[in-house]
């Protein structure tokens, strides 16, 4: 095995025959220990490394403007195992891959919001996607999701290409930000309320740290009642395609269908209707508006 991969730490000879036994796959030139390690809160980055890279470094994060806060609060959600139901579900969707993915190394963490730390538009989803933001380690990256988001980032002018492919790809983000408010991928993408509430104390440091927002602009309901409830609003408002919500101060809280194939793929959810939704998030967070 590869030196430092596991840094020598195998508590007991029943781990390292679960490890032989795990059905992972090997990248050449690179190995790393299996959950029932990092359950025994035995992980680091050197224990679970994704595609030769550190996870926590600068490039694979996509972080722009290094804001410090972000960098800690990066850290130490992808090192996080609080709620052990998705940590069971995230790592078994790891482990188990989808056929179209079999020969690649899944991400199977906690994923961090990625883009401009000076954002004013900032983009809530529900949760990281199990065969999208969940291999590839990047918000609404690697599904059809994604294809749908970032196509209309583009054409607003605030990414610097329209596909999302994977971490390192040169994709760049300008005035947004893009997160959830869970981080782990859920089963049937549906967290439960104490995975909601645990995960609620990233979400807020998050959003506390992103001082420029100007517009929060929620992909489905779960994310709008998440920006509602971080933002103290009450009566808490009923989210609808379109809606939007002065919160003053010139900030905006905004509701989009979600992009996810349920919506996409029946017309619910149009690439028109998208772009319209970007259009006025644009004007109201004052960027001035472009379309490709």
Known sequence: MEEGICDGVLPDASSWVEM????????????????????????????FPLDGEDVLSDSASGLKGGRSGLIRLREEIVRCR??????????????????????????????????DSEAKIVVVGLAPGAHG???????FTGDESGKWLYRALWRAGWANQKESLSRGDGLELKNVWITSAVKCAPPENKP????????????????????????????????????????GI?????????????????????????????NTFTGRLTEKMLDE?????GVRAGLSPRRR
């Open 20 to 47: 032989v036994r795990a059905p992972h796959s090997f990248s050449t030139g690179s190995a790393f220990c299996v959950d029932r390690l990092r359950d025994r809160g035995r992980e680091s980055p050197k224990n």
């Open 82 to 115: 609080q709620c052990p139901r998705l940590v069971r579900w995230r790592e078994q969707v790891a482990r188990e891959k989808k056929a179209a993915y079999s020969n690649e190394i899944y991400w199977g963490r906690p994923v961090p919001g990625w883009g």
């Open 192 to 231: 439960t309320t104490g995975e909601r509430d645990r995960c609620g104390d990233f979400f807020r440091r998050e959003m506390e740290e992103l001082k420029g927002a100007r517009v929060y602009l929620a992909l489905g309901g779960f994310g709008f009642d998440a920006v509602a409830r971080y933002l």
């Open 234 to 262: 009450q009566p808490r408002p009923k989210f609808a395609h379109g809606i939007s919500v002065e919160l003053g101060g010139g900030r905006w809280l905004m509701g989009s269908y979600h992009v996810s194939q349920q």
């Open 133 to 139: 933001a969940n291999r590839t380690g990047r918000m």
């Open 277 to 281: 939704v970007m259009e006025r998030a």
